[in-house]
């Protein structure tokens, strides 16, 4: 049965477990910068997992994933150039389907985060197609803000996105890359390569 709520657009939800840390199973709980506790309610931040898919063999891996609280994602907003995100929001208010998300988030009935990010933001190509993509999300304490996001940029148009960034841009978000995932060198590289980190 219905209930009135069930047609209201959803504001928070508990975080679907889609966006639980795929290391540890559970919720993210630190900032990967400045390891601030983040499951207090009141507390915001944002989740970013890259996925890569290897459909010959079937695999499909998290390249890398993070929680970052809202003053840290300030600050290194502050860190980019004016004109790398200048260009990034012009490309997000010509190619993200807005409408289309005010109506799936609209849709009456239980909230379905899964389909929220079914289909990439910037180009509507299906999660199923995406070599390479990335989920993001925003959050407050346990929960996840349902706005905007969640939702999911296929590799794409992360490459599209990453054209579009100054050079000095993308040395801090290498710099990040470097500094915060214990990762082997391949891996790296292919990150870099697939432009796969975006905040
Ligand atoms: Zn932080």
């Not at 207090?40 to 010959?56: N, S, V």
């Not at 499909?60 to 970052?68: G, L, N, Q, R, S």
């Not at 054209?163 to 292919?190: M, N, R």
Request: aromatic letters at 8%; a negative charge.
């Amino acid at each position: 049965m219905d209930t009135a709520d069930n047609n209201q657009m959803p504001n928070n939800i508990p975080l679907p477990p889609q966006f639980y840390s795929y290391a540890t199973g559970q919720p993210f709980d630190t900032c990967v910068i400045c390891q601030t506790y983040l499951l207090l309610p009141g507390t915001q931040y944002m989740i970013e997992k890259a996925i890569i898919r290897y459909p010959e063999a079937g695999i499909t891996d998290v390249a890398f994933e993070y929680a970052m609280c809202l003053p840290c994602s300030e600050k290194m907003r502050q860190s980019l150039s004016t004109d790398s995100l200048a260009r990034i929001e012009s490309y997000f208010r010509e190619h993200a389907n807005l409408a289309g998300r005010q109506e799936l988030l609209q849709r009456p009935g239980k909230p379905e985060p899964k389909e929220w990010v079914a289909t990439c933001l910037l180009n509507n190509t299906p999660i199923e197609e995406a070599a390479e993509y990335q989920l993001i999300a925003q959050c407050d304490g346990p929960n996840m803000v349902v706005g905007l996001a969640p939702y999911m940029i296929s590799g794409r148009a992360a490459d599209e996105l990453s054209e579009l960034l100054s050079a000095q841009t993308k040395e801090v978000l290498d710099d990040f890359i470097d500094e915060h995932f214990g990762l082997p060198p391949e891996l790296k590289a292919l990150i870099k390569e697939k432009n796969l980190l975006l905040l």
